[in-house]
């Protein structure tokens, strides 16, 4: 593999990621954060073919995590992205690569399109299709195995725990404080159907626990003024404005009754909690639009146009239509198919990476991973294959260096060079 960049809190190789280990120490970085192809050639793009069909595409993934496995320390988190199609591949070539899958992030946006056929373009009746609008996306949770239990692993290797606390959700500071139910000393009935035995409660003032839910703004949402298919203006106009937090003075043999969202209770005097009066999007991470983020740092390269950015005819019907992907209208620096928003992945790395910790990507693509670990204080070392001809490596290194510049001050004047030079 290439170096492409060297530095104390970023390195990019430029080449094939199921050689990692030839660069990377075993059980040297602390997390897993990448975002491999899908498989469905998507845009007709050669680097997401299924490599000839289900088991062809598993086994390859799979040598290449099998590979991050090793440079991964004991019990390192990772996130792997999929779509809904074909996430069940990406998990059984976790599972093959030795991971333990521990769940699925499953993260809501509203700026997909149908790649569907229509009447227009196929001899089928009018107002049929062949697929659905894609507004999900998995981030699969894996686990290297522990080194023993998870306290023995932790003190050795500071990994094989969540940072809980720097991914809460924050609390909207409109809500007055709710009474929750306490029994004999803090403690009171389990208020889960179904749960026995007793309940503590462990909710904070420091904000709700993260759930595997996220939602995305839309491209076009404003403060306070989402745009319609915007998947948190979706939810709280079906939710409306309720209030939680208040738990009812009565109870029965199985917990609570009237605990669902958006019942108004009242409860005993015991351990409060902060309440909170608003939409349902409040439980869950809200990441912010990426906006103009994606051409961060590219100044010095050429935009691309409609044509060259899809691998069409410039001015062709093609081009016109949102099945083409990113770049058809031109302009763009940044004309990677698949690029992330910095705020979601900012959340994702921390999620996962220990403070100060090192995070991994095998697949780099246009670098949105490696710019939010340095802006969370991480560091980064990320791997691309870079597409046709190496097209995406002047954009994943323009991102990064950008980010150096912004978040590792120290960086040397010799390395201030624009990455064209």
Request: aromatic share 8%; glycine share 14%.
């Amino acid at each position: 593999m290439r170096l492409v960049i060297s530095h104390d809190r970023c390195c990019l190789f430029w080449g094939d990621s199921a050689s990692i280990l030839d660069v990377l120490p075993e059980s040297s970085v602390d997390a897993i954060v990448t975002d491999p192809p899908a498989g469905i050639e998507f845009m007709g793009k050669e680097w997401d073919s299924d490599k000839g069909g289900r088991d062809g595409w598993i086994k390859w993934l799979a040598d290449i995590l099998r590979a991050a496995l090793r440079a991964l320390k004991p019990g390192g988190h990772a996130l792997v992205w999929a779509i809904p199609r074909t996430s069940h591949w990406t998990a059984m070539a976790l599972e093959l690569a030795g991971f333990e899958v521990r769940d699925v992030h499953h993260h809501i946006f509203g700026t997909g399109f149908p790649k569907s056929l229509t009447s227009k373009s196929a001899p089928i009746p009018e107002d049929t299709g062949t697929a659905l609008k894609p507004a999900v996306e998995h981030w699969i949770l894996a686990r290297r195995p522990l080194d023993g239990t998870v306290g023995a692993n932790f003190a050795e290797h500071g990994t094989g725990v969540l940072q809980i606390g720097a991914c809460r959700v924050e609390y909207d500071e409109s809500g007055p404080p709710g009474p929750v139910y306490s029994g004999a000393k803090g403690e009171g009935v389990g208020q889960v159907y179904g749960a026995s035995g007793k309940y503590q409660s462990n909710v904070s003032d420091d904000g709700r626990w993260p759930a595997h839910l996220s939602l995305e703004h839309g491209d076009a949402c404003a403060p306070g003024a989402c745009v319609l298919g915007c998947p948190v203006r979706l939810l709280d106009e079906q939710s409306g404005v309720r209030r939680s937090g208040e738990f009812p003075a009565r109870r029965t043999g199985i917990g609570f009754k009237e605990c669902a969202y958006g019942t108004e209770n009242t409860g005993t005097e015991g351990t409060r909690r902060r309440g909170s009066a608003g939409t349902a999007s409040r439980f869950f991470y809200v990441a912010k639009a990426p906006r103009k983020e994606k051409d961060l740092g590219l100044d010095h390269l050429a935009p691309k146009l409609g044509g060259e950015a899809t691998g069409r005819a410039e001015g062709s019907a093609g081009t016109k239509n949102p099945r083409a992907g990113a770049g058809r209208t031109g302009g763009a620096r940044n004309f990677h198919p698949t690029v992330k928003s910095v705020d979601l992945m900012r959340w994702l790395v921390r999620l996962v990476t220990p403070p100060g910790g090192v995070v991994l990507d095998l697949f780099a693509g246009s670098g949105t991973t490696g710019v939010a670990a340095l802006a969370e204080g991480l560091s980064f070392v990320g791997v691309e294959q870079g597409g046709k001809d190496g097209e995406y490596v002047p954009i994943v290194e323009g991102r990064l260096r950008a980010a150096l510049l912004e978040y590792a001050p120290e960086l040397e004047a010799s390395d201030r060079q624009n990455p064209a030079a």
